[in-house]
Nanobody, 126 residues
């Protein structure tokens, strides 16, 4: 499975962006998906995740109330709507897929995910 992330860019504090992640294989519709990010000099950290059916989204405390994860299985795509962006949200954002099918929950652990996209850079200026 290949994941293609897109939608990053340079924005100002308080702006919004929507990231997309399209999967290459139909089977990915059955996988839980997650978004992670990595800022320069820092570890990759969890942002949000969603199960195969699009229910029970799960967020890191740092983005709760500002970011929304969703998926459209007909388009085999997962989204990350980012509102009220802050300079500390600046990072490369990666989408990931957990290859276990029909699991009703999603994970915040990067070690749970089997497939990774190439990353898309989000820069928030102050």
């Amino acid at each position: 499975v290949q994941l293609q992330a897109s939608g990053g860019g340079l924005v100002q504090t308080g702006d919004s962006l929507r990231l997309s992640c399209a999967a290459s294989e139909r089977t990915a519709r059955n996988y839980a998906k997650g978004w992670f990010r990595q800022a320069p000099g820092k570890e990759r950290e969890f942002v949000a995740a969603i199960n195969f059916s699009g229910t029970n989204p799960y967020y890191a405390d740092s983005v709760k109330g500002r970011f929304t994860i969703s998926r459209d299985n007909a388009k085999n795509t997962v989204y990350l709507q980012m509102d009220s962006l802050k300079p500390e949200d600046t990072a490369v954002y990666y989408c990931a897929a957990d290859k276990r099918s029909y699991v009703p929950y999603s994970s915040a652990s990067r070690y749970r995910y089997d497939y990774w996209g190439q990353g898309t850079l989000v820069t928030v200026s102050s």
